[in-house]
């Protein structure tokens, strides 16, 4: 995963180490930046920069919406975003998605803002596959 702190272009470097030890089996995952005041952003830019590297691209749409400290003693989130930003995330050709997914997020032990109900899984899913068979 790449750092929240970090811009895409600098995971070429982390490819490079893992690669130097003749592991190619690698993924990259984009999971938002760092924007301060408990927020982070997606460029999706970032998803096609890391792409350049050669290896398969992972969205993480639910830390995308993560909302890190944003409850004051914990991270907070908004998982009303996650369908859309996973839409433009299959529109600029990812290869794999990431998602959080609970029956009752709101009983998650983890990442329970972000999390995304089991029931609106399948419809999430169908229109992220139809964008990418588009731009496939």
């Not at 930003?85 to 990431?98: M, T």
Request: with cysteine; proline share 4%.
């Amino acid at each position: 995963k790449k750092g929240q702190f970090m811009a895409p272009w600098d995971m070429g470097n982390v490819l490079t180490k893992a690669r130097s030890t003749g592991n190619e089996n690698i993924m990259v995952t984009e999971r938002g930046v760092t924007f301060g005041y408990n927020n982070l952003v997606v460029d999706m830019r970032a998803l096609i920069d890391m792409k350049r590297f050669g290896a398969p691209v992972v969205f993480d749409a639910t830390h995308s919406v993560q909302l890190p400290g944003g409850a004051g003693d914990r991270s907070a989130g908004d998982r009303a975003y996650v369908p859309q930003l996973a839409n433009a995330a299959a529109a600029v050709g990812i290869d794999a998605l990431f998602l959080e997914v609970h029956e009752t997020p709101e009983h998650a032990k983890c990442d329970a803002a972000n999390s995304i109900y089991l029931d609106v899984l399948d419809g999430i899913l169908d229109k992220v596959k139809r964008i990418t068979d588009i731009v496939s």
